[in-house]
């Protein structure tokens, strides 16, 4: 199953798609709820899928993207937060501030938050994911060298395209990823490099702060991140839950 957000009747719905139908959402997609009125997707308006509190990102999660940025591999996983701001969903603009120097695209498997997630244990931490997502976390790298701290280089609005959807009941441990630019595979690898997984991340993060339902943990970006420039078309393939596809254009 997948979770949608489209834009119906002039609002935005959230919508189970599963065996091909697709059926909007009565209630809570986080809680309680019913499936409804069938509806179409093809040629609808996709919204972000969900629109978290906060994004949890966490950084040289893939050995090979450590290796490439020349740095160690973490004993711990290293983690920074995106605003809730940096969120647009597929088929939108991500925005390149022209001052800021190289912008680089960061193809990463997103996990959603489905339940509250308080110190929970990496045994019990699936139970708290509603599913995943493709995310992309967009970097102005030379604010990133910079910076003491990643905030300035994360934090752009549009730097955190999420969807297209969020697919139910998928197990995060060996999916493929790719960062495709103009059509051409920049970045492939496989969850099964990650350093720190999914369950350990949760247990990790929840340590810190709660996680509430529709929060995301972005799990890290394998090697071949790149640069992107204003006319480009930068996409996200996750094996399992779809591609998201986003323009690049210059800020005005």
Known sequence: MRLYCITHNGSP???????????????????????????????????????PSKIVAIGLNYRDHAAEMNKPLPREPLM???PSTAVVGPGDAIRMPMWAGEIHHEAELAVVIGRRASQVKAADAMGHVLGLACGNDVTARELQRKDVQYTRAKGFDTFAPLGPC????????????EGVVNGTVRQSSSTRELIFGVPHLIEFVSRVMTLLPGDVILTG????????????????????????????????
């Open 13 to 51: 719905r959230h919508v189970i798609e599963r065996d091909g139908e697709a059926r909007l959402v009565e209630g809570d997609a986080f809680d309680a709820y019913e499936l409804g009125a069938p509806v179409a997707l093809d040629g609808a308006a996709l919204l972000p899928p969900v629109r």
């Open 80 to 82: 920074f937060m995106k």
């Open 221 to 252: 970006t394998p090697s071949g991140v790149g640069p992107l420039a204003p006319g480009d078309t930068v996409t996200v393939r996750i094996e399992g839950i779809g591609e998201l596809t986003n323009s690049v254009v210059e800020q005005s």
């Open 166 to 177: 969020v697919a139910l009941g998928l197990d995060p441990s060996a999916l493929a990823v």
